[in-house]
């Protein structure tokens, strides 16, 4: 089979390859494998949810919608981030999509070209580069290093835009690290991209997954509504990961753009979840709220736990569901040791460098999992590792 020479340039998501290994690893040798490696609530959609979408589909709402979604939904996703936010779009700059992640293709497919670049946070979600480098355009790494709390260093990010930057990826809560940006990083980014012309994606899947301090969107400074691009859905907050819906909140100018994508790629979003999503976002919120409070309980333990090993530390992260632990003193490459992790401990975690080359000396473990199960794992990373230790990386 001879593939266009665009496809070698598209990369994957190690997490699933990770999951589909450790599963094999269960079947075929009988092992209890922990896995601590999906980004995905391991809680049930709430019930109000769930009852909706049945009621849609038993109602007959299982048709073509319009591509740019129905007007319920559009407009039950523009009341929500005004509640959250303070920040008002309208309905008909609302996209929603099988999945936050084909505004994502969308906008990076629309935006950029070959000689033109896009930058994106390195460690980082590893879609955005790869759609990025299936784009034909150039992508640059800003790194998210950990004396600045894997946050974005604003003046490190000024000296990577040239006349050739067209957008501006930023993740915050950001998947691994679960780093969150200021109030005080978001305008300065805004400002400097308004000083050099480009737009900013701004990915806020994990928005209300956040502990201990108050959320901040660059949405905010966005005024007239002509730079930012926010990127959000279901799966998270309300463990809808595989119902598939999320959307773009767009400039007015991009939004039709985005829509007629869509229409070449899926046509429309599922009617009956978009009836679902409507009820996610008006009614009960104590689903999401009970979740983030056992989240928030799980990452003080796994932090905790994880510190008393011979050769980690880790950092206590302010959002999502992941500890992304310094293993630089262990003396283990991060993919060698998530390896060894897997086939001997049965513990399934990602390396550090999935997510790019920064994450070389660190591992990525999801939270998503019970206190029981992260209990066991920590038990026997901490019974292995005092044996393991050479000489640290450098």
């Not at 066991?376 to 230790?389: C, K, V």
Request: hydrophobic share 40%; proline share 5%; charged share 25%.
């Amino acid at each position: 089979m001879k593939f266009a020479k665009r496809m070698s340039r598209l990369g994957t998501e190690s997490a699933f390859e990770m999951l589909a290994r450790a599963q094999r690893l269960e079947r075929e040798k009988n092992i209890k494998v922990i896995h601590l490696q999906i980004g995905e609530p391991d809680f049930d959609t709430p019930r109000n949810i769930r009852d909706e979408a049945i009621k849609a589909i038993n109602n007959g709402n299982t048709h073509y919608t319009a591509p740019a979604g129905t007007p319920d939904a559009r407009a039950a996703i523009s009341e929500y981030y005004y509640k959250l936010r303070g920040v008002r779009y309208d309905p008909d700059q609302i996209v929603v999509t099988p999945g936050s992640k084909l505004v994502m293709f969308a906008v990076i497919m629309m935006l950029a070209e070959p000689g033109e670049e896009i930058i994106y946070p390195d460690p980082g979600y590893p879609i955005y580069k790869s759609v990025i480098d299936f784009t034909g355009a150039t992508g640059v790494a800003v790194p998210l290093r950990e004396e600045n709390q894997f946050r974005l260093d604003v003046k490190e990010l000024k000296k990577l835009v040239t006349p050739r930057t067209r957008l501006l990826i930023i993740n915050s809560p950001e998947n691994p690290t679960g780093s969150v940006l200021t109030r005080q990083d978001l305008e300065e980014i805004y400002k400097l991209a308004c000083d050099h012309d480009f737009l900013i994606m701004a990915d806020e899947i994990y928005s209300r997954i956040i502990y201990d301090i108050k959320y901040e969107s660059i949405s905010q400074f966005d005024t007239h509504q002509d730079r930012v691009i926010i990127l959000d859905g279901l799966s998270k907050v309300y463990a809808m990961c595989g119902w598939r819906l999320g959307w773009g909140l767009l400039p007015r100018e991009l939004a039709p753009a985005v829509a007629r994508l869509q229409t070449n790629i899926s046509s429309c979003a599922t009617s009956f979840i978009q009836q679902a999503a409507v009820e996610a976002l008006r009614g009960s919120q104590d689903g999401p709220a009970a979740m983030v409070a056992e989240f928030k309980k799980r990452r003080d333990f796994f932090v905790e736990g994880i510190n008393q090993i011979e050769g980690f530390s880790c950092m206590k992260p302010n959002g999502a569901f992941y500890i992304w632990p310094n293993i630089k003193n262990t003396g283990w490459e991060s993919k060698e040791l998530a390896e060894y992790m897997l086939t001997e401990l049965g513990v399934a975690g990602l390396a550090g460098t999935a997510f790019g080359e920064h994450g070389q000396g660190y591992l990525r473990f999801s939270y998503a999992n019970s206190i029981e199960n992260i209990k066991l794992a920590l038990g026997r990373m901490r019974e292995a590792m005092p044996a393991l230790i050479k000489e640290p990386v450098r």
